[in-house]
């Protein structure tokens, strides 16, 4: 009697240890699966930091140059010479 006891003892522990893995690696799965997504976001968010970071400095330096052309265009109007260098015909 005690080995038919030992018997289904042993049985059911082994079901339990079954769906505990089970639990285990869908709990693994998850965990990799959340993991894999904050990491991913965590990129995405520093790339377009990055991005937008060289964006705006490329902005300034654009702008600059855009205004160094556009005062030296105002100096050559005023020294009475258009853009090609050669004097005004009135």
């Known amino acids: 009697m ?4 030992s018997s289904l003892n ?3 522990s ?3 240890d079954i769906l505990k893995s089970i639990l285990a690696t869908f709990y693994s799965a998850f ?3 959340f993991s894999t997504t904050s990491s991913l976001l965590n990129s995405i ?10 964006i705006l400095s490329n902005i300034v330096i654009i702008g600059f140059l855009i205004a160094a052309f556009v005062g030296y265009s105002a100096y050559q109007q005023k020294q009475g010479r258009n853009k090609k260098g050669m004097l005004k015909t009135n």
């Open 31 to 33: 965990q990799t699966l």
């Open 10 to 12: 042993n049985l059911l």
């Open 2 to 5: 005690s080995s038919i006891t």
């Open 14 to 16: 082994s079901i339990l």
């Open 45 to 54: 968010v520093d790339l377009c930091s990055g991005l937008f970071g060289f």
